[in-house]
């Protein structure tokens, strides 16, 4: 079932050209991963330094195995110098029932 991966950061002032070259960097290879479909950032307005990234995968699976590798742990250690607060992720499936309680 398709995924959709919301994560959140908000980065120190001044430190753009950083971010985004390690973001770059880490969408490249995010690419080459199995499973991998789209990704696009986004910039809140009126709020340059606060970016969302919303992923698309082919599986919650092939997106945790891509989280939890290695390569992508280097990086996210990088950015994590630049940020304010810790990266918030929030993991959605495409197209699944809902059930509620009543």
């Keep these: ?6 994560i959140k950061r908000r980065f ?6 950083q971010v985004i ?3 770059n960097e880490l969408r ?3 690419m080459h991963q199995p ?3 789209s990704g696009e950032t986004l910039s809140k307005r009126g709020f340059p330094n606060n970016l969302i990234v919303i992923g698309t995968w ?5 997106w945790q195995r891509w989280r939890d590798s290695d390569e992508r ?3 996210e250690a990088m950015l994590d110098l630049l940020q304010e607060r810790p990266t918030e992720y929030e993991e959605f499936l495409l197209g699944t029932a809902l059930s509620i309680d009543e």
């Design 28 to 30: 490249s290879r995010a």
């Design 21 to 23: 070259a390690l973001l």
């Design 73 to 75: 742990k280097k990086y």
């Design 35 to 37: 499973g991998y479909i």
């Design 12 to 17: 120190k002032a001044g430190k753009s050209r």
């Design 1 to 6: 079932m398709i995924a959709k991966i919301i």
């Design 58 to 62: 082919q599986s919650l699976d092939e």
